[in-house]
């Protein structure tokens, strides 16, 4: 085997130099590296074919019949009504003091009026629970204290009404406080004072 190759290198050196027969070799080889390396990068996807075009019949369809659609009346809600307003809370008496005109005098010389409407009507609860005619009671409402005072005293609901509307008026609806309103409700505390008095009850 070793004579058959070396005759046919002896062959092949005496038409191409051994120099030039190992570089093309080598370049062979670079090539063949190149091309495995970049497969299939260098091969077409797809080769070019020849189609027939293709023929489009028309198609024929049924025209859709499209049918009402039936919706459920929508009921309107009724708004609920508002909700009741709510009387305004009495101010509980003060434990330990004898009466709140004093301090309701002196709110009303500083100007304050508002507050010395509210300690005007706190004195009228404070000689209504002082003469047994209503108890005293945390939460009770303007209209539930002249409605409680009328039943043993009727002559005493028309002050409390109209004090318990002015207190109202200045505290829940935030009207302006004058003095007006201070007079009127020491007119008030006295007529409460003379329905309370039982020697003018039974005149």
């Not at 919706?71 to 009387?87: G, I, K, V």
């Not at 009303?108 to 009671?137: F, I, K, T």
């Not at 004072?193 to 009850?201: I, S």
Request: aromatic content about 6%.
């Amino acid at each position: 085997m070793s004579r058959w190759w070396t005759e046919t290198v002896a062959a092949l050196g005496d038409v191409v130099p051994l120099p030039l027969a190992a570089l093309l070799l080598l370049l062979l080889a670079l090539l063949a590296a190149l091309a495995w390396y970049f497969f299939p990068a260098w091969v077409p996807r797809r080769l070019p074919s020849r189609r027939l075009p293709r023929l489009r019949l028309p198609h024929w369809r049924l025209p859709r019949l499209r049918l009402p659609r039936w919706r459920r009346p929508r009921l309107r809600r009724r708004p609920a009504p508002p909700p009741a307003t709510r009387s305004p809370l009495v101010p509980a008496p003060r434990t330990g003091e004898a009466s709140p005109a004093g301090r309701a005098d002196r709110l009303a010389a500083e100007g304050r009026y508002a507050e010395a409407v509210r300690e005007r009507l706190r004195d009228m609860v404070h000689e209504l629970v002082r003469r047994q005619v209503v108890e005293p009671r945390a939460g009770m409402t303007v209209t539930e204290l002249t409605d409680a005072a009328a039943r043993v005293r009727p002559a005493t609901r028309t002050a409390l009404h109209e004090a318990g509307t002015i207190f109202s008026d200045l505290w829940y609806a935030q009207r302006p406080a004058t003095a007006a309103h201070d007079r009127r409700m020491r007119d008030l505390a006295t007529d409460l004072h003379r329905a309370l008095d039982p020697d003018g009850e039974h005149r």
